[in-house]
């Protein structure tokens, strides 16, 4: 079984919300909201930052998947998109708007333990990949300003690019700091004295 989660469910139907609760406790999970509406949704995912946001698409203020659109561009959630409805504009929503399970009513309890654990897991998967991009996307912003920085060495100290290189090293070591941070020295130096 997945890890204890904080799960925010959302259905306009009593019934089911008491059907969520029920079986989320009985699988080891905490409901933390049980809303009737998107409006309470948002609000409930405010308060409580869920883990897991299990909602239907029909709320009796707007789309489901409007509201899911919303509260993924505020934080990064997992979701798990529950409706009556199948029809392939409906999956193709939910697929655009990074529901990452969609369970078709009736639902039991052993729908949702795989649902579940697919959903976390993508959500992970979906996180290391985001973290690793941004990592990548640093690292060659790194990059551009110490090869700025070497050249900006190598034209005003007539040095070649591997002891422009082993200066900027030597600088950052000297003064205990990281190279990209010397290389950002440099270049803000550099582009200050520049007259245009």
Request: net charge negative; charged share 30%.
């Amino acid at each position: 079984m997945t890890q204890s989660l904080k799960i925010s469910i959302a259905d306009d139907e009593p019934r089911m919300r008491e059907f969520f609760r029920k079986s989320l406790e009985r699988l080891g999970h905490e409901v933390v909201s049980a809303a009737g509406s998107g409006r309470e949704l948002r609000q409930h995912c405010e308060l409580h930052q869920p883990d897991l946001v299990i909602t239907d698409i029909a709320m009796p203020d707007g789309d489901g998947l409007e509201i899911v659109a919303e509260l993924t561009r505020q934080r990064p959630l997992p979701v798990i998109l529950v409706s009556a409805h199948h029809s392939p504009e409906f999956i193709e929503r939910a697929r655009q708007n990074n529901v990452l399970a969609y369970l078709i009513k009736p639902i039991t309890d052993t729908d949702l333990v795989p649902a579940i654990a697919i959903a976390m897991a993508r959500f992970e998967q979906f996180q290391t990949l985001e973290q690793e991009a941004t990592n990548l996307k640093q690292a060659l912003e790194d990059r551009k300003v110490i090869e700025r920085a070497k050249g900006i060495l190598m034209t005003r100290s007539g040095l070649e690019e591997p002891d422009a290189f082993r200066r900027l090293q030597k600088i950052a070591t000297g003064k205990s700091m990281r190279l990209v941070e010397v290389a950002q020295a440099i270049v803000t130096a550099e582009d200050a004295l520049r007259i245009d």
